[in-house]
């Protein structure tokens, strides 16, 4: 099955710096690269997506990139701000599955300081 | 708020015995995933259901089973508990089985066996 893995485990940024959190995964099928936001005790959110047919989707501050040849896709946070301090995951799925699953990485501790 | 409630949001109980927890997905969705977040292995799939079909499958034990009823409601039911079954659980629906659409979380339901 798919394989993600994220990193950094943990990153902590100054207020108004970038932040950059990188995935790859093993399955050349996974075709939908979503990120979730978690605060803590709270439900993962769904911040942004990207599907392989784009190469880099942006809302505000945030962005995503996606290099298929090389399997990976990171997430860009810019102009940081503390409520940005949270969990994200990234994750992986395959168009048109019928498996249904999300494969989710460990997730990345971001703190954002003031 | 996403639009998925899960119902309770705690739950304290001893090893040996059985729960259930509920999950409501939003309104027009028919797919619900479950979801187990523990500290040790992240955010692990454990099964998908779909219009009242159960359509994939991850690392659910056998302990565990799961149903979606035919007002699309779904319950998660855990038997035989172990102290390594504290977690958090979340449900996720989705309008269609395909994994690569958007997946929104409820809340979540903390167990703790004691």
């Known amino acids: 099955g798919e394989n993600v893995e994220q990193h950094p485990s943990t990153l902590s940024v100054q207020e108004g710096d970038s932040a950059v959190i990188k995935c790859t995964y093993s399955?050349?099928?996974?075709?939908?690269f979503p990120w979730y936001k978690q605060e803590l005790g709270k439900r993962p959110q769904l911040i942004i997506d990207i599907r392989s047919n784009v190469g880099e989707k942006k809302d505000q501050r945030i962005a995503v990139t996606l290099n298929k040849t090389a399997k990976h896709f990171s997430l860009h946070i810019t102009e940081t701000q503390p409520e940005d301090s949270a969990v994200y995951f990234c994750a992986a799925s395959a168009r048109g599955s019928t498996l249904g699953r999300l494969y989710f990485g460990r997730g990345t501790q971001l703190t954002v300081w003031p | 708020d996403s639009g998925v409630t899960q119902t309770p949001k705690h739950l304290i109980t001893a090893t040996g015995q059985r729960v259930t927890l509920r999950c409501s997905p939003r309104?027009?969705?028919?797919?619900v995933y479950w979801y187990q977040q523990s500290l040790d292995q992240g955010l692990q799939f454990l099964i998908q259901y779909y219009n009242g079909e159960e359509r994939a499958k991850g690392n659910i034990l056998e302990r565990f089973s799961a149903q979606q009823f035919p007002d699309l409601h779904s319950e998660l039911n855990l038997s035989s508990l172990e102290l390594g079954d504290s977690a958090l659980y979340f449900c996720?629906?989705?309008?269609?089985?395909?994994?690569?659409?958007?997946?929104?979380f409820g809340p979540g339901t903390r167990l703790t066996v004691t």
């Open positions: 399955d050349s099928a996974s075709n939908y």
């Open positions: 309104s027009g969705d028919l797919s």
């Open positions: 996720a629906s989705s309008e269609t089985p395909d994994s690569s659409y958007e997946q929104y």
